[in-house]
Structure formats: C-alpha cells, structure tokens
C-alpha cells in the first residue's frame, strides 16, 4: 500500500521506541532477483517534514496598494518607475484638475464665510450681553455660525481627500492662492510594481496610475489537502526550495472552507526574514516542519514511501540480512514528497527493500498462516 492512501492526521503520533519483530523472511539470492526486489539504505533525517506542497509567494493585502486620480484630470507628470522604491509622503505623479480647483475655491469660500459669521457671532454675543439685541437674534446668529464652521470642515476634508496635506491646507489658507497643480504621493514606503497610466493621460476620478507595495512583508500560500490538514498547526516552521534562509517562514492562519475544485485549504505563512530572497508571484516548494526537534539519541529515517506497507493498525519494513529480510514494525512520523519519516533501529548501513514491496509481502503474510 502506497503513501498516497495513508491519511496523514493518522500517522503524526506521539513517537514511541519500537521493537524489533522477530519474524524473518528467507530467501536466496536468486529469489530475489527474480521477484524483482530492490534494495537502498535510507537516510537518516534532521528534521521531521508534516508535509511538503506547492506555494505562491503573494502580497498580503495590507502591503498592496492603488494609487489613483483623486480627481478627473490631465497627468501632468511622472516621477518614479516600476521597479523604484518610494517612501511614504513621496510625490510620484502630478495633476491638472479644474476640479481640484474648484474644491480649492469653495473652500476659501467656506473659509471666509466663516470668519464673517463668527465675527458676527463675537459681536451679536457683545451686544446681548448689553441687552441691545433679543435672545432670539442671538441664536440665529450662533446658527448661521455653526453652519459655517460646519461646511468649512467638510470642505477641509474634501481637500485631504484630494491629497492635499496638512501643511499645503494651512498655506493655501494663509496665502488665499489656489494650487494649479495636485501633487500625489505614496501611501506607505514600498516598491513601485506597475504602472497604469502615461503623461499627458486626461484620467477620470480614481483612475488607477500606480500599484506599489511594501515587500518587506510577504507571505506563502501552501495549498494544503484536507486530509493532510490536521498534521499542520500555526506557528510551525516553513522550508523553501528556493529561499537562502533555511526556514523564512511561519505559518501564521489555516483556512476553514475547503476549495472545491482541488479539495484543499489555503493555509498561509509569514516570510519573516528580510534576506529570503523570494519575489511576488513565484512559485515555491514548500516543506512545512514540525515543531517538534530531532534528538542526538533518537533513530529517525527518511524513506520512500513505497518501502512501508500496512498489516492492520500498523506499519511494517523489510530490512536485508544475511538470509533475506526482517519484519519490522515501525513508527511513520511525517511525509514529505513521497517519503516518510519512521522512527526505526536500523545501523547506517542498513538496508530496506524498496521495490518488491508486495511480494515480500505476500511472502511473510503465507508464512504467517502456515505458522498458524
């Protein structure tokens, strides 16, 4: 029986000391041969792999960011280049906008008004406090004021949505000159990834003229069958094939709704280390690790799948010796890419059958019942 019909959750157990079973298969030389069977030493492991699986190096969705027109207008310039790092507050393009002039207008508007209503107010309040004027035109008064101040703030937020910052608000109030052009900025400090539009482009309101991201931050998306699922936990270790860094990862969240197209969950994982040397869109071979470490003492060996066969609840090899082949139980703790990690006494020189599997098989399962 081949890996491809264990369920993982099942094997990933508490690893326990096996004993050797004393059952041995005799056969020559020429037998074996002739059945096929092939022998190879395994190798001894470092690690214990929950599973290995396909990935794709993505942008998680914080670091990922449109910058786009504020308003309809003529791109009037650009400043960086795919591929440019930018920092937050950078002006990476340049806009003609008779809209964003007309915003600039209505809010100097906005501004005096509220000056004239607020001095109105001061006055009006002076002159109740004397008993000049009644109650009842005090509070038109503070009224028309607070509707001012109000529509002077909404138009100060229409400016910072256009892009406009703190310090060109208080200039434009202050001096009472419009700004012919809108200067745009970056976000956040990241790497230009694509540019959607060209100088001299008259572009429509949130037209998208760069996509940029922070890199600093990416993660992995491992595909991971359901059935697998259960061996993997958060925190866990990530190898990558093409990654300097022999863990650059960590898995951080495991989904909870199954594609129904491959049966699988999206599990995800941080790259943490800033030297991985991992590109958006790349496809990876991953290896997800167990947290669990390999002791100096302790006998784990990576072999191929197709060396470990079932009788029952339990898993068996056929190790070589001088007359055939031991039976012996083992303790599967992993799987990796069509192998698996079993806890099992063998020297280093020992060898396991790794072809023949199922003949061995039939062999011991006709001793076993002629011995009963």
């Given at each position: 029986?081949?890996?491809?019909?264990?369920?993982?959750?099942s094997?990933?157990?508490?690893?326990?000391?096996?004993?050797?079973?004393?059952?041995?298969?005799?056969?020559?030389?020429?037998e074996?041969?002739?059945?096929?069977?092939?022998?190879?030493?395994?190798?001894?492991?470092?690690?214990?792999?929950?599973?290995?699986?396909?990935a794709?190096?993505?942008?998680?969705?914080?670091?990922?960011?449109?910058?786009?027109?504020?308003?309809?207008?003529?791109?009037?310039?650009?400043?960086?280049?795919?591929?440019?790092?930018?920092?937050?507050?950078?002006?990476?393009?340049?806009?003609?906008?008779?809209e964003?002039?007309?915003?600039?207008?209505?809010?100097l508007?906005?501004?005096?008004?509220?000056?004239?209503?607020?001095?109105?107010y001061?006055?009006?309040?002076?002159?109740?406090?004397?008993?000049?004027?009644?109650?009842?035109?005090?509070?038109?008064?503070?009224?028309?004021?607070?509707?001012?101040?109000?529509s002077?703030?909404?138009?100060?937020?229409?400016?910072?949505?256009?892009?406009?910052?703190?310090?060109?608000?208080?200039?434009?109030?202050?001096?009472?000159?419009?700004?012919?052009?809108?200067?745009?900025?970056?976000?956040?400090?990241s790497?230009?990834?694509?540019?959607?539009?060209?100088?001299?482009?008259?572009?429509?309101?949130?037209?998208?003229?760069?996509?940029?991201?922070?890199?600093?931050?990416?993660?992995?998306?491992?595909?991971?069958?359901?059935?697998?699922?259960a061996?993997?936990?958060?925190?866990?270790?990530?190898?990558?094939?093409?990654?300097?860094?022999?863990?650059?990862?960590?898995?951080t969240?495991?989904?909870?709704?199954i594609?129904?197209?491959?049966?699988?969950v999206?599990?995800?994982?941080?790259?943490?280390?800033?030297?991985?040397g991992?590109?958006?869109?790349?496809?990876?071979?991953?290896?997800i690790?167990?947290?669990?470490?390999?002791?100096?003492?302790?006998?784990?060996?990576?072999?191929?799948?197709?060396?470990?066969?079932?009788?029952?609840?339990?898993?068996?090899?056929?190790?070589?010796?001088?007359n055939?082949?031991?039976?012996?139980?083992?303790?599967?703790?992993?799987?990796?890419?069509?192998?698996?990690?079993?806890?099992?006494?063998?020297?280093?020189?020992?060898?396991?059958?790794?072809?023949?599997?199922?003949a061995?098989?039939?062999?011991?399962?006709?001793?076993?019942?002629?011995?009963?």
């Amino acid at each position: 029986m081949t890996y491809k019909s264990l369920s993982l959750a099942s094997l990933l157990v508490a690893i326990v000391w096996q004993t050797s079973s004393a059952e041995e298969i005799t056969i020559s030389p020429n037998e074996i041969t002739n059945l096929g069977i092939e022998v190879a030493t395994p190798t001894r492991a470092s690690e214990v792999a929950v599973l290995e699986a396909t990935a794709r190096v993505v942008i998680p969705p914080m670091a990922d960011a449109i910058v786009s027109a504020p308003q309809a207008g003529l791109l009037a310039g650009l400043h960086v280049s795919v591929g440019d790092e930018v920092a937050q507050g950078q002006v990476i393009a340049r806009l003609q906008s008779s809209e964003f002039l007309s915003l600039q207008r209505e809010f100097l508007d906005a501004l005096n008004t509220n000056l004239l209503t607020r001095n109105e107010y001061e006055r009006d309040q002076q002159l109740f406090d004397e008993g000049i004027i009644s109650n009842r035109r005090l509070q038109e008064t503070t009224t028309r004021s607070r509707i001012a101040a109000t529509s002077l703030n909404e138009h100060r937020q229409l400016l910072q949505i256009a892009g406009l910052s703190e310090g060109d608000i208080r200039l434009l109030e202050t001096e009472q000159k419009l700004i012919q052009v809108l200067d745009i900025r970056a976000p956040l400090d990241s790497v230009i990834l694509d540019r959607m539009a060209s100088v001299g482009e008259r572009l429509d309101a949130m037209a998208p003229i760069y996509r940029l991201a922070d890199l600093s931050s990416l993660s992995l998306e491992i595909n991971v069958q359901q059935e697998n699922l259960a061996a993997v936990q958060p925190g866990m270790s990530v190898a990558v094939a093409d990654s300097p860094v022999e863990y650059p990862a960590q898995v951080t969240t495991i989904g909870r709704s199954i594609d129904p197209a491959t049966q699988s969950v999206m599990v995800r994982a941080l790259l943490g280390d800033a030297d991985h040397g991992l590109k958006p869109g790349q496809f990876v071979s991953a290896r997800i690790v167990s947290e669990r470490g390999i002791a100096p003492t302790e006998s784990i060996w990576l072999v191929p799948a197709v060396a470990v066969t079932r009788s029952g609840e339990s898993y068996f090899v056929f190790v070589r010796t001088a007359n055939g082949f031991d039976v012996r139980e083992v303790q599967v703790v992993g799987a990796a890419a069509g192998s698996l990690y079993l806890v099992l006494d063998i020297g280093a020189d020992g060898q396991l059958a790794v072809s023949g599997v199922s003949a061995l098989k039939a062999l011991w399962s006709a001793e076993t019942e002629s011995e009963s």
